[in-house]
């Protein structure tokens, strides 16, 4: 079959690969009907998370149709018109339990990086680099999915793929974003970044009862939309002193909540972003948590900051005194799909949040090197590239 | 009492196989040297399982499920009402055999020793309830001991049956929870025959022990 394959930093291309097939009795193998790009995988792309080899195929958002089941798969079928999760998890330890899913105890065959790396190894993730389990991701015509009726979830008829696909990563992971802010209605809630994932965050904060939400990016399009779309306040930080417009905006209080869903190559004007970029690029330092300082800054005091951006190691000049002496509460996590999955496809057969206008550009697998290429450099408004693996 | 026992003894005897048939011999230098104890190497593991305790004996209750389970890895033999023996091979191949006995020493409590194998080593498993609705604690207790020729060789080290025990540890728990062990080994990947060589070693090293 053909797929995405990751050649080296910033290298991708399309190779002949064979298929998979199931491995273990609770496995299924869903055909890709439709598989995003997401922030993350700039991430991966660009060298920034580690482990990565030659040849892994890059994907974790997906949706499509199951076309074969282990014997023990129970609740899916062949022909089901499936969307997945993108983190792994096998419903049966403690973890899962709790519906803690990102953090499954089972799902990652390969613990020992991430166990050094960060004291415990977190849930398995589809085509997220070895330190991740090592699994193939979705940029191919088929993919297995192992624990299939755990990940795996039925979409309502009518809903177009190339809308229901975003229920696989970048909505539950905005959802969760706003579930973390605790919100009991009538909050400010301001949002770092205005890709996928910010976007979804803010429609989310919306629905569980904020008052204002205003989106914070440089990029005027992708602010636009997020305006015209969900009815935001903007910001746009290469024009604007965030902090200053944020403190006007609520009388001097600061947001209640400050979402971040940037992530580790987070960018900003100025001095200090030179110094970051700088010590990133010479791997002195690992991640650059430009917005991350900025939402602990804004934030009111006993607020809540929530990092659904990705982080992978360690940061520099983290405001940490800022957030004590305010008592911030914060918030993080790679999301937990399957617990927010289905109540998000009820959200969307009522036409509730409409995530259909983040897919700017469907596109074939084959001009998936391109189509990343769009996304990073966010060109022609691009929100996120669609790749249709299966031949037209 | 008695099945009570009989389950213990068939759930203790099957972590011992997965112990044996595991990673024993699982080739990797260990930066710190664990402790030891009138010769012997000791090392302490425990893993925290989400189940009682009388469900992760009771996972191994069925006789017939469980030879079916260990059949690519070994043979069970009960020696009388306490004691059994576990026969296994290296998966890592060189025919090497493992035979240990295994004595129950109460409930949720035995212990074993290799009576034929590689490297000398005994062991002890205790199951204690975890406190906050956590489930179960798997302690173990692993001592083992090279022989003269492979100290002489500076080999000591070599070997690692902690990581073996590590391995163990993670198998069951994930056997026990989710009813199988993950693995990504077959996924597709782009590469070609000798990538995907260099790529097996490097996630047998990413793989092996781990937690705890
Ligand atoms: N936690 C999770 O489970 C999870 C899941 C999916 C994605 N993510 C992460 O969420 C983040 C966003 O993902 P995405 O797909 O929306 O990415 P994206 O690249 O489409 O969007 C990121 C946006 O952040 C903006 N940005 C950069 N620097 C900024 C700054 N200093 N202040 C404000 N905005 C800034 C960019 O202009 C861009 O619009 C990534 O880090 C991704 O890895 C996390
Ligand atoms: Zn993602
Ligand atoms: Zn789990």
Sequence with gaps: MRALCWEGVRKLAVRDVPEPS????????????????????????????????????????FMGEVVETGPDVQRLKVGDRVVVGSVVACGGCWYCRTEQYSLCDNSNPQPVFTEKLWGHAPAGILGYSHAAGGYAGSHAEYIRVPFGDVGAFTVPDGVPDDSVVFASDAMPTGWMAADFCGLKGGEVVAVWGAGGVGQMAARAAQILGAERVVVIDRLPERLRTAADRLGVETINYAETDVLEALREMTAGRGPDACIEAVGMESHDVGPVYAYDKAKQTARLTTDRPTSVRQAIMACRKGGTVSIVGVYGGLVDKFPLGAAMNKALVLRMGQMHAQRYIPMLLDRIAIGEIDPGYLATHPMSLEDGARGYEIFEKKEDGCLRTVLHPQPA | MTSNTTRWALAGAATVTVLGAGRVMARRRRRHQPERKDGWYVVHRGITVDRPVDAVIGFWTDRERLDRGLAEWA?????????????????????????????????????????????????????????????????????????????????????DPDLGLRDALRRIKSLIEAGQMIETRHDPSGRSPEQEEATDKMREKLATGGRP
């Design chain 2, 75 to 159: 043979t069970l033999e009960q020696l009388d009402d306490t004691r059994w023996r576990c026969v296994a091979g290296d998966p890592a191949g060189g025919g090497t055999e493992w035979r240990a006995e295994i004595t129950v020493d109460g409930p949720g409590r035995l212990s074993w020793r290799v009576t034929d194998g590689p490297v000398a080593q005994q062991g002890r498993v205790e199951l204690v309830p975890a406190p906050q609705d956590r489930g179960t604690e798997i302690r173990a207790e692993l001592r083992w001991r090279s022989g003269p020729v492979r100290r002489a060789l500076g080999l000591t080290t070599g070997t």
């Design chain 1, 22 to 61: 199931i491995r273990a009795a609770r496995d299924i193998i869903v055909k890709v009907r439709a598989s995003s790009v997401c922030g993350s995988d700039l991430h991966l792309i660009n060298g920034f998370l580690p482990a990565m080899r030659e040849g892994d195929i890059l994907g974790h958002e």
